[in-house]
Nanobody
Framework: QVSLVESGGGLVQSGGSLRLSCAASGRTFSFNSMGWFRQTPGKEREFVARISPGGGVTSYADSVKGRFTISRDNAKSTMYLQMNNLKPEDTAVYFC???????WGQGTQVTVSS
């Protein structure tokens, strides 16, 4: 009964910014850690960022530290990923997840041109 929908992806030049959103339906949003992963063709899905239920504890992959910020608004049942100083290596399909449910959205494409 819980679903996730990512949005906000698009095409941006190197050095630009995007903000991804993950909208959740259902009543368990505020009680679970959530995160972002990304995947490119032929590669394994890789961890990007994680956030605790209340938003107070976050963690990031080394490749995005200092550039990406994960946040959540439990009142809106929405999680965000602010991506700054984007690089071509960030090009991927980005997925959000609720870890405890092993639940994933459909993904949103981010393409960074050089």
């Amino acid at each position: 009964q819980v679903s996730l929908v990512e949005s906000g992806g698009g095409l941006v030049q190197s050095g630009g910014s995007l903000r991804l959103s993950c909208a959740a339906s259902g009543r368990t949003f505020s009680f679970n850690s959530m995160g972002w992963f990304r995947q490119t063709p032929g590669k394994e899905r890789e961890f990007v960022a994680r956030i605790s239920p209340g938003g107070g504890v976050t963690s990031y992959a080394d490749s995005v530290k200092g550039r990406f910020t994960i946040s959540r608004d439990n009142a809106k049942s929405t999680m965000y990923l602010q991506m700054n100083n984007l690089k071509p290596e960030d090009t991927a399909v980005y997925f959000c997840t609720i870890f405890a449910y092993d639940l994933w959205g459909q993904g949103t494409q981010v393409t960074v041109s050089s």
